[in-house]
Nanobody
Framework: QVQLVESGGGLVQAGDSLRLSCAAS????????MGWFRQAPGKEREFVAA????????YYAVSLKGRFTISRDNAKGTIYLQMNSLKPEDTAVYYC?????????????????WGQGTQVTVSS
């Protein structure tokens, strides 16, 4: 089992930055592929970013690349999502997820563990 706890969400203005954190405990965190997803009201959950267990490979939704950066600190058992130049359309609940086997994936269905989510609201 892997337990994931997100933090760092909040209410910000357009153009601001936020850094989300996801603290993991349980299984060997350093061997898990980790990802961030988000779900806006009335919409499907969508892929944001993923990172390999070593941190050497990162993957982003095309529309977000350049504004968002995923990273991890295996010693701390934590992954991060740095979000810059936030827009109102970035408003969503952001979820951290862990994947047991295989490489990174853009599909939420391939992730095995999920956090409870943290709300990000961007006002115009």
């Amino acid at each position: 089992q892997v337990q994931l706890v997100e933090s760092g969400g909040g209410l910000v203005q357009a153009g601001d930055s936020l850094r989300l954190s996801c603290a993991a405990s349980g299984r060997t965190f350093s061997k898990e592929v980790m990802g961030w997803f988000r779900q806006a009201p009335g919409k499907e959950r969508e892929f944001v970013a993923a990172i390999s267990w070593s941190g050497g490979n990162t993957y982003y939704a095309v529309s977000l690349k350049g504004r968002f950066t995923i990273s991890r600190d295996n010693a701390k058992g934590t992954i991060y999502l740095q979000m810059n130049s936030l827009k109102p359309e970035d408003t969503a609940v952001y979820y951290c997820a862990a994947k047991n086997l295989g490489g990174a994936s853009y599909s939420q269905y391939e992730y095995d563990y999920w956090g409870q989510g943290t709300q990000v609201t961007v006002s115009s």
